[in-house]
């Protein structure tokens, strides 16, 4: 089976759904994780790093070489989409976007170049983040934008014809991330065994925002430590001796083992309590023929239907990572902001 990680910077595939891509991996699964853009405007957020002349001189390539290192962690295969990181805009009011960054892309042409990856190498499964990005950065709204496009874009013969024959992921999901429930029950889990935690600011200034539906839960406790290697082989990111590190292994297994995630479009049903990203869709040939039937209707749709909420970037108050990646992906809003297509 084939999974693929679609993610917006490099350092995002270890902070967000690392420790399943490692399970798959491990289980003999293909995983291929595809970084739209190149982080080249992500701040150094090592504070061990942050004068240290290499780094300084050619921060791209540096962020090259980590992705390299994190992916031979991970065991997975990884390609550039090629896009220019887009920065993360700070200040009120925001200043504008650089020109050419990936946000400013022209959807067409952005489209075409996940759809040209996605028939190439011929996904089953799609990840990706939700329609607010899972928090504001300019550029993990367009890789969700950019996601959907191409999901809906690659089966379809008439669309970008010269850019491989057709080829229709089955399912498309959105990471799940730091909850409010998950920070609560290892915030807890922490101060029962005696432990400072480090989520006690972020809960006490929680700001709730979009709430995402859980389909799909898991189980990868195993694989926590080679995520949190990975993590770390994105040295300019993140400080081994810093936040992310801070909760013992130990009790995120024993409290909270799981990845979760939002089934956003599927062409075959999703089970309630569903744990395989990969369930329904049978055997690798048998998910291969209806990838390539041509006559597929969608099964169900999780889409969320809401107009987005105007927000600073970071304003949540989660830690920074990758020039402003959090993780801090579907945490809680007012149910009655949000409306979820019915099942097809």
């Avoid at 291929?32 to 080249?40: A, F, K, W």
């Avoid at 075409?112 to 939700?130: C, F, G, K, N, Q």
């Avoid at 290892?186 to 709430?211: Q, T």
């Avoid at 309630?272 to 055997?283: I, K, Q, V």
Wanted: charged share 25%; glycine share 8%; aromatic share 8%.
């Amino acid at each position: 089976m084939r999974l693929m990680a679609v993610h917006a910077h490099p350092d995002d595939e270890s902070s967000k759904g690392a420790a399943t891509t490692a399970k798959y991996v491990a289980e003999g699964a293909e995983v291929m994780v595809v970084s739209c853009t190149g982080g080249e405007r992500g701040d150094i957020l090592n504070e061990k790093l942050k004068h240290d002349a290499h780094i300084l001189r050619d921060i791209a390539q540096v962020r090259r070489d980590e992705m390299k290192a994190a992916q031979e962690v991970l065991g997975v295969e990884h390609t550039w989409l090629g896009f220019v990181d887009s920065g993360l805009p700070e200040g009120d009011p925001l200043p504008p976007l650089p020109d050419g960054c990936f946000a400013l892309e022209d959807i067409d042409v952005t489209t075409e170049a996940l759809v040209r990856v996605i028939r190439s190498w011929r996904p089953h499964v799609m990840t990706t983040y939700d329609e607010k990005g899972g928090y504001p950065h300019p550029d993990h709204i367009m890789c969700h934008t950019v996601s959907m496009a191409a999901f809906e874009a690659a089966g379809d013969p008439t669309r970008y014809p010269h850019a491989g024959a057709p080829w229709q992921p089955l399912k498309i999901y959105y990471n799940g991330g730091w909850s409010k429930p998950r920070l609560e029950a290892i915030h807890d889990a922490m101060l029962a065994e005696g432990l400072d935690s480090p989520y006690a600011e972020w809960l006490a200034n929680w700001k709730p925002r979009r709430s995402g539906r859980v389909t799909t839960t898991i189980a990868c406790a195993d694989h926590f430590e080679t995520r949190d290697r990975a993590l770390m082989a994105h040295a300019t990111q993140v400080d081994p001796d810093g936040f992310w590190f801070q909760v013992p292994l130990e009790i995120q297994q024993r409290v909270w083992g799981v990845e979760e995630y939002e089934a956003a479009v599927s062409y075959v049903p999703v089970a309630e309590g569903e744990d395989d990203l990969f369930a329904g869709l049978g055997s690798p040939a048998e998910a291969d023929a209806l990838a390539t039937r041509g006559d597929l209707e969608i099964a169900y749709d999780g889409r969320v239907s809401a107009e987005p909420e105007p927000q600073a970037p970071g304003a949540q108050g989660a830690p920074r990572l990758g020039g402003g990646d959090s993780s801090d992906t579907h945490v809680d809003e007012d149910e009655d902001e949000t409306t979820v297509k019915a099942d097809v």
